[in-house]
Every structure is written in structure tokens, then in C-alpha cells.
């Protein structure tokens, strides 16, 4: 006869059943749980210790699945993980958080978000930016609650490409032209407006001698997004209007594509 064995836990003595006992030890849930809560009391130190390095991993895990392994922000680079947390790309961070983790950020949230398995519609960034992108949405709200102006910035093609050295002055001159003829209809519409291709004649006056710091353009460019834009008008495809498409979205500013699509004030 097939006799089946009978386990008991080896602290109280309960007999374990598939619904009280602990996987692999002969304990049942309730000895368990008394034991291990009496090892963290007795070893405060080294449970905040474990608890610390797990916390740390949890963070390491999130932020580097958001920024796509780089651990990095999103907006401006910063990779020190010290600085760097995930925001909610509508700006709904908030509210959602009442739902999923009791209001709480940081390690619960976390935990909520490997546990549903990294939904969409979060990216990583660092504290300057996370304030950056909350001034510029409420500024935006304001803006449209108002019918009020944007400061729009004219993202677009400057630099000629595959053309000669003859065909590339009058290229580049097209180019900024374009960019022109787009800001002057939006100042009619009542906008202000930056056109980045202006730097073109910093570049080309005769007083200048010395070559500019590379990346010195795109790096003066981005002030204007970061602390001045609140829409992005975007004429075309190029290297650097890409780029400044791509931020422009990560700030959450408003993008046009068209001059009929933004509004009069
Ligand atoms: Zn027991
Ligand atoms: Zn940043």
C-alpha cells in the first residue's frame, strides 16, 4: 500500500499542507513569518543594509530600462543615477501615482512599474529637467487657457548638403529665407518667435577670425528650447532639426507642422 508522508513544522509541530507550508523548508507560514520578522528585529543593521542594496537595484533596474540601458536624462545627458528618476511623459505622474503606489514615488512606484511588466509612457530624467518640463507645462496650460502668445522656435534645415561649394551659399541662404518667410507669418498670427538660422550671420560676419567651439550652435539653440520655447514650429528634415524635434517633444512643448494649424492671439 502507497502510504503518503506525513510532514510536520519543525517549530510548532502543525502538520504542513500544500496551503500552510513554505516552500522547500519545513516550516509552516506562520513560523516563518515569526522567524524571519524576529531575525530583522534582531539584526536591525544588516536588514537595513540588505534592504538598502536591494532598493539601490530596484532604481538601477528602472531607470536603466527607461533610458534604454544608457542610464542617462533623457533631455540633457546628466548620467549621475543620484540626479536621475522617471517621469510620466503626459505630466499625469501625480494622480497616478494615488492609484498604483498610495501617492508615494520612488521605490514603490518602481516596484509597480517592474511588476506590470515597464508600461509605456515614461522616460528618465534628472531634477533640473523634471523642473524644466513642470514650468513648461504649466506655462503652456496657462498659454492655451489664455489664447495666449507662444515663443515658438523654427526648427529646419541650414547646413547644405551634396551640393557644390558654388550652389552651398545659395543653399544655406534659401534655407534661413524659408525659416524667415515661416517666422514673419507667425509674428502676424501674433507669436513671438526664435529663428536659430540668424547665428548664420555671427558665423559669416568679417570681424569673426577664430573657429567657433564645435557643437557651439546647437548648444546656444538649446537654451532657447530648454528655458525659452513653449511650441516648436517644425519646416523639415536635418540633422539638427531632428534633434531639436526630439527635445522639443521630451519638454512636451507644443509642435506645429503647419502655419494653418497654429492659432491667431
Ligand atoms: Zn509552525
Ligand atoms: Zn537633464
Given at each position: 500500500m502507497n502510504k503518503e508522508r506525513i510532514y510536520i513544522c519543525r517549530e510548532c509541530g502543525v502538520e504542513l499542507t500544500n496551503q500552510n507550508k513554505v516552500y522547500n523548508r519545513r516550516l509552516c507560514k506562520r513560523c516563518s513569518t515569526k522567524i524571519s520578522t524576529n531575525w530583522r528585529i534582531n539584526h536591525k543593521e544588516i536588514f537595513r543594509t540588505y534592504l538598502k542594496r536591494s532598493d539601490e537595484k530596484i532604481r538601477r533596474l528602472v531607470?536603466?530600462?527607461?533610458?534604454?540601458?544608457?542610464?542617462?536624462?533623457?533631455?540633457?545627458?546628466?548620467?549621475?543615477?543620484?540626479?536621475?528618476?522617471?517621469?510620466?511623459?503626459?505630466?499625469?505622474?501625480?494622480?497616478?501615482?494615488?492609484?498604483?503606489?498610495?501617492?508615494?514615488?520612488?521605490?514603490?512606484?518602481?516596484?509597480?512599474?517592474?511588476?506590470?511588466?515597464?508600461?509605456?509612457?515614461?522616460?528618465?530624467?534628472?531634477?533640473?529637467?523634471?523642473?524644466?518640463?513642470?514650468?513648461?507645462?504649466?506655462?503652456?496650460?496657462?498659454?492655451?487657457?489664455?489664447?495666449?502668445?507662444?515663443?515658438?522656435?523654427?526648427?529646419?534645415?541650414?547646413?547644405?548638403?551634396?551640393?557644390?561649394?558654388?550652389?552651398?551659399?545659395?543653399?544655406?541662404?534659401?534655407?534661413?529665407?524659408?525659416?524667415?518667410?515661416?517666422?514673419?507669418?507667425?509674428?502676424?498670427k501674433g507669436h513671438y518667435v526664435f529663428v536659430p538660422h540668424l547665428s548664420h550671420y555671427i558665423h559669416i560676419h568679417y570681424s569673426h577670425t577664430k573657429e567657433y567651439k564645435e557643437d557651439l550652435w546647437y548648444e546656444l539653440d538649446n537654451t532657447f528650447l530648454y528655458n525659452w520655447a513653449t511650441a516648436l514650429f517644425y519646416i523639415g528634415s536635418s540633422y539638427g532639426a531632428d534633434k531639436e524635434l526630439e527635445i522639443a517633444k521630451r519638454m512636451g512643448l507644443k509642435i506645429y507642422y503647419k502655419i494653418e494649424d497654429v492659432p491667431e492671439c
Open positions: 531607470i536603466s530600462h527607461y533610458s534604454n540601458g544608457k542610464i542617462s536624462c533623457d533631455i540633457c545627458g546628466e548620467n549621475d543615477i543620484n540626479c536621475l528618476s522617471i517621469n510620466h511623459i503626459n505630466g499625469e505622474g501625480r494622480k497616478e501615482r494615488e492609484l498604483v503606489s498610495k501617492g508615494k514615488g520612488g521605490i514603490p512606484f518602481y516596484r509597480w512599474l517592474i511588476k506590470n511588466h515597464y508600461p509605456k509612457g515614461y522616460n528618465v530624467l534628472c531634477m533640473n529637467c523634471q523642473f524644466r518640463v513642470f514650468k513648461k507645462r504649466m506655462r503652456i496650460n496657462v498659454i492655451e487657457k489664455n489664447k495666449g502668445k507662444h515663443f515658438i522656435y523654427i526648427a529646419g534645415p541650414y547646413t547644405p548638403k551634396n551640393c557644390s561649394l558654388h550652389d552651398a551659399a545659395m543653399k544655406a541662404q534659401y534655407n534661413i529665407d524659408r525659416a524667415i518667410e515661416i517666422a514673419n507669418k507667425l509674428i502676424e
